[in-house]
């Protein structure tokens, strides 16, 4: 993100202590940008899962394959 902060840069000793508390702009484009409201710090956040595989998608699609090969009576060893 570009542009001047809004929020006064925190001390080194606070940013390090706590979870960020990101407030997350609009949904527009291949990101958003986002600010964490205990520190001031901004980021941008992908808008689209196709960057990355999520662990849960990976699972899901083990669980479709071995309930596919069960309807269809195949062993899955």
Do not use: Y
Request: proline share 6%; hydrophobic share 25%.
């Amino acid at each position: 993100m570009s542009g001047s902060r809004d929020v006064p840069p925190a001390d080194d000793s606070h940013s390090a202590e706590h979870t960020h508390h990101w407030l997350i702009g609009d949904q527009e484009g291949p990101s958003s940008p986002a600010v964490c409201k205990e520190c001031g710090e901004r980021r941008e956040f992908s808008n689209s899962l196709t960057r990355r595989k999520s662990p849960w998608m990976t699972r899901s699609r083990v669980a479709q394959e071995h309930a596919a090969e069960d309807a269809l009576g195949k062993d899955s060893d």
